[in-house]
């Protein structure tokens, strides 16, 4: 089983940029496909971005390709997001999530998830 954990979430003016972090307990989070989604007051929760097991490979949202990227620390079991050139649409709960299937953008096919983490982007 595999806990994790966001952090880094805040308050950001547009424009301006943020990283959070997830943090996963356990000794396989080298084996799984790790992946950020966020969810936005009244709306369905949206994929953001995966990356592989071994952090070779990466694959994004069309709204974040560009301004998001996911990066990955198997030796500190550590993932991700830097986010650039914030919107304030990008305001959500931001989520990661650990899945065995490689870079899947459906939220059904990831098996972990962390509490999530409030990004809300000022103008």
């Known amino acids: 089983q595999v806990q994790l954990v966001e952090s880094g979430g805040g308050l950001v003016q547009a424009g301006g940029s943020l990283r959070v972090s997830c943090t996963a307990s356990?000794?396989?989070?080298?084996?799984?496909?790790m992946g950020w989604f966020r969810q936005a007051p009244g709306k369905e929760r949206e994929f953001v971005g995966c990356i592989s097991n071994s952090g070779g490979h990466t694959t994004y949202a069309d709204s974040v390709k560009g301004r998001f990227a996911i990066s990955r620390d198997n030796a500190k079991n550590t993932l991700y997001l830097q986010m650039n050139s914030l919107k304030l649409e990008d305001t959500a709960v931001y989520y990661c999530?650990?899945?065995?299937?490689?870079?899947?953008?459906?939220?059904?096919?990831?098996?972990?998830w962390g509490q999530g983490t409030q990004v809300t982007v000022s103008s």
């Open positions: 999530a650990a899945s065995l299937q490689f870079l899947v953008s459906r939220a059904s096919s990831y098996y972990y």
């Open positions: 356990g000794r396989t989070f080298g084996t799984y496909t």
